[in-house]
């Protein structure tokens, strides 16, 4: 794109574990995760308008108003937060699949408002930009901290964390998960005992309290599953329905590919430690 547009990468991530530890007063649900961020993701278009109207181009989610869009809700959110006059055209080129757990929304909503707040002159500081991504959903702070990291509360508390190099086999099974429901599920595990960063480390922390509620729920994950199993062990992450399994090599994540039906919905991405926005960012 041209006439003024700039482009910004939304990156997915992944949830290289889940837990649920309890449930707060206010009826949300204590969780501990550990984030991954990838080199794989949306692209987000962006041009300042003088006229204050945020305005979104281009394809939208079925079903998904503007108003609704988080792309949009984080420009309106930004603007007001700040007073600021000035307004945006959007467009958002969409890779991450909805639903899938791989933070595509939210992403979206994090490259907003961070690449917004350099376009608009606003310099927010990255805790006001986190502070306002989490008005837009749990996910959305650690995109715009832009660090692979171990999360806690909601998955707003976040500490950065050294993870290996590593690259991943992702499944979309096209299944677009309710959250909401797989929350109020009576077979979700809501008291897991709390996991400690080492034991993660030592690699015996990898469950998914979604996992088997969603894999009883949904024939098209659990068919994925069994296809994963053929390559590694099959993983899902957050709450919605992607999967995945990890490898220490490149090629050993290629060749695992290769194995698998060509009627899979099946690509390989890199971990990365530090976001590729917050790389556009340092360029810019």
């Given at each position: 794109m041209n006439g003024g547009w700039s482009e910004w990468p939304a990156p997915a991530k992944l949830n290289l574990f889940l837990r649920i530890t309890g449930r707060r007063n206010d009826g949300y649900h204590e969780l501990q995760t550990v984030f991954r961020l990838l080199d794989w993701g949306d692209r987000i278009f962006l041009r300042s308008r003088d006229d204050g109207r945020v305005v979104r181009h281009g394809d939208r989610l079925p079903g998904v108003e503007d108003a609704a869009d988080l792309a949009v809700r984080a420009a309106s959110l930004l603007k007001d937060a700040a007073n600021c006059t000035q307004g945006a055209d959007i467009s958002v080129e969409k890779h991450i699949p909805a639903g899938g757990g791989f933070g595509g929304g939210s992403s979206d909503a994090a490259t907003v408002l961070c690449a917004l707040d350099r376009l608009w002159g606003l310099d927010m500081g990255e805790d006001r930009l986190a502070a306002l991504g989490l008005q837009l959903g749990a996910d959305v702070p650690v995109f715009v901290r832009g660090r692979s990291a171990w999360a806690e509360g909601v998955g707003e508390r976040l500490e950065s964390i050294a993870l290996p190099p590593a690259w991943y086999v992702l499944v979309d099974p096209g299944i677009h998960v309710p959250t909401a429901?797989?929350?109020?599920?009576?077979?979700?595990?809501?008291?897991?005992?709390?996991?400690?960063?080492?034991?993660?480390?030592?690699?015996?922390?990898?469950?998914?309290?979604?996992?088997?509620?969603?894999?009883?729920?949904?024939?098209?994950?659990?068919?994925?599953?069994?296809?994963?199993?053929?390559?590694?062990?099959?993983?899902?992450?957050?709450?919605?329905?992607?999967?995945?399994?990890?490898?220490?090599?490149?090629?050993?994540?290629?060749?695992?590919?290769?194995?698998l039906p060509r009627r899979l919905r099946a690509w390989v991405a890199a971990g990365v430690s530090d976001s590729p926005l917050h790389g556009a960012m340092a360029r810019l």
């Open positions: 429901a797989l929350f109020q599920s009576p077979d979700l595990t809501r008291d897991s005992p709390p996991a400690k960063m080492a034991d993660f480390a030592a690699g015996t922390v990898l469950d998914n309290a979604f996992e088997t509620v969603l894999r009883r729920r949904e024939p098209a994950v659990e068919a994925v599953f069994a296809e994963l199993a053929r390559i590694g062990l099959p993983r899902l992450t957050g709450t919605g329905s992607g999967c995945f399994v990890e490898f220490a090599q490149r090629d050993a994540a290629q060749d695992a590919l290769a194995r």
